[in-house]
């Protein structure tokens, strides 16, 4: 299995005799962490190969749900990490040994970690909006890694990818003491002497530089330890942005391979069937349905939206993106949309006025204006970390951005129970906004336990919907092997572990949801108010 490189490389590669995997030694692995420069070269079974992709995507999509409830990196956000990893995949979190014997289960692990990268890279390089999100979750793990290692683990890791950081001398460091004690409050005088100062060109450490962390001195920055994980986190960053770029040129030479393809599909496949697609509904709902709709199938989210449309004909600009593009993947069809707009901003500023002045910006998130991109609606993810809402906004996510006695009362006058209420607002305050809208789901549609988690708004709707129709199947049946599991991935699990389902019982509160890659290109494209 290997990455990049030019066709005849590949047909060098394909031709040559592989080692096999048997003798693993010190060599093969000498850290525990890894720039992962060179692709595994050894032979592995088809069942370790999806069983080791699988368990990484599991991680990854668990740091991917974890930076909604924590701040990344905080205490809170370690803690949980490493509860996680400790009860499922240990070996994310042995550390260096330093100068012992390292155990052939621990290079085990190192190889697991090594091959299963490698193969998410394929699985995660096809489009931008995957490499992305694939570059950020691998990032937030290599940094969670590196911060657990020691000084001394870190030098030698340096060392061996030939990061050639060394620390400034004493002699420099006491030329510069006046400048270096004024970087930051923690590097007193008497810490000076214990703490290391790496120098580096600027360029490196951009981040720093602009939030004034280091010492500039004729092109080069002072970096203190405590800040160094920005420049590895650059270079791992660069790195592996490149190396995505080259695996996704590569990947046409893979579909030969129709062992691997259905594969790496089953990852990626979540990804691309939560980037919502708009066109799976279109034309199923009228606008006249809206009003009913809205108290039935739509989520906290769009209810209130379409509440505060209908009762001050106003929205701000997020609010119109996200109820609009809502609409767009219910299937209101674009002229349905217009004349929807149209009544409602009509009321408030005039119906000339809307044609001047939003009917292009509707027409535009049906692309079929400017670049004639296809929009998706936001995910959950989306709304909840972006752009959130001011004192007289109605969009983002109630569960998140409004205050515990406001969600109380609204959720009182939808005649939520009191109980149910004192659920939600224990999720909330716990920073689980997505399990507190299933609980709402799951009250408001009569079910003990949905098998579906809330990810996205227009997936809401459509489970909604499908209750309502009666097209899903009988409650009674989908409860009988609830006590199974509640995480409910939407790729395949490997055969291989298909029958080992005990230790996923921890993983309920999984959600699975990125950004959607359209968001940044519509900030651009769209004035805002
Ligand atoms: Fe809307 Fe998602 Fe928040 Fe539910 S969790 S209210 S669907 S943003």
Same mark, same amino acid.
């Given at each position: ?113 090594? !091959? &299963? ?5 394929? *699985?995660?390089? /096809?489009?931008?909006?995957? $490499?992305?999100? %694939?570059? +950020? ?45 004024? !970087? &930051? ?5 008497? *810490?000076?002497? /214990?703490?290391?100062?790496? $120098?580096?060109? %600027?360029? +490196? ?325």
């Amino acid at each position: 299995m290997q990455f990049g490189g030019t066709p005849k490389q590949a047909v060098r590669r394909r031709n040559r005799r592989l080692q096999l995997n048997a003798n693993l030694d010190d060599c093969s692995y000498p850290h525990n962490l890894m720039m992962y420069n060179d692709p595994p070269t050894m032979n592995i079974t088809l069942q370790e190969f999806e069983a080791f992709a699988f368990e990484r995507v599991k991680v990854l999509h668990y740091l991917d749900s974890l930076s909604v409830s924590a701040v990344k990196n905080s205490q809170t956000y370690n803690a949980k990490l490493t509860e996680f990893l400790r009860k499922n995949y240990p070996g994310f979190l042995l550390q260096n040994g330093g100068d012992r014997d390292v155990s052939e289960a621990e290079l085990e692990w190192r190889r697991r970690d090594h !091959i &299963s990268h490698f193969i998410l890279r394929l *699985a995660y390089c /096809k489009s931008e909006e995957l $490499r992305r999100w %694939f570059l +950020e979750k691998e990032l937030d793990l290599f940094k969670f890694r590196f911060l657990q290692e020691s000084m001394n683990s870190v030098q030698s890791f340096l060392r061996q990818n030939n990061l050639t950081y060394t620390p400034i001398s004493d002699d420099e460091k006491e030329r510069f003491r006046p400048f270096l004690t004024k !970087i &930051s409050l923690e590097v007193t005088e008497a *810490a000076l002497e /214990k703490t290391f100062f790496y $120098r580096v060109p %600027f360029v +490196e450490v951009l981040n720093l530089v602009s939030s004034r962390r280091v010492f500039l001195y004729q092109g080069d920055a002072f970096v203190p330890q405590k800040e160094f994980l920005s420049i590895i986190s650059n270079q791992f960053r660069e790195h592996l942005s490149k190396a995505l770029t080259l695996t996704a040129r590569s990947l046409p030479e893979l579909e030969e391979d129709d062992r691997l393809l259905p594969i790496l599909c089953s990852f990626n496949k979540n990804a691309l069937s939560t980037a919502y697609d708009p066109k799976r509904n279109e034309g199923k709902v009228s606008v006249n349905d809206l009003d009913d709709m809205s108290q039935t199938s739509y989520p906290l989210c769009m209810r209130q939206l379409h509440r505060a449309l209908k009762d001050t004909h106003h929205l701000r600009h997020w609010g119109r993106m996200q109820y609009g593009l809502f609409l767009k993947g219910i299937g209101v069809t674009l002229e349905e949309s217009l004349k929807f707009w149209r009544q409602e901003l009509g009321k408030g500023i005039g119906e000339d006025k809307f044609d001047k002045e939003h009917a292009y910006n509707i027409r535009h998130n049906y692309g079929k204006e400017g670049k004639r991109t296809n929009y998706t609606p936001y995910s959950c993810m989306t709304i909840i970390t972006k752009n959130p809402p001011a004192a007289q906004d109605h969009h983002g996510c109630p569960f998140k951005h409004t205050s515990p006695d406001l969600l109380r009362q609204k959720l009182r006058s939808y005649k939520t129970s009191n109980d149910v209420i004192d659920e939600i607002t224990d999720l909330v305050k716990g920073q689980h906004f997505q399990i507190a809208c299933q609980k709402y789901f799951e009250y408001t549609h009569k079910l003990e336990d949905s098998s579906f988690q809330v990810t996205h708004p227009n997936h809401y709707f459509d489970e909604s919907q499908k209750i309502l129709k009666d097209e899903k199947v009988p409650r009674q049946q989908n409860n009988q092997d609830k006590n199974v599991t509640k995480f409910a991935p939407n790729w395949s699990m490997p055969n291989s572990q298909k029958e080992d389902k005990s230790n996923l019982t921890e993983e309920k509160k999984f959600n699975n949801e990125w950004e959607d890659s359209t968001l940044e290109q519509m900030m651009m494209e769209y004035s805002e108010e």
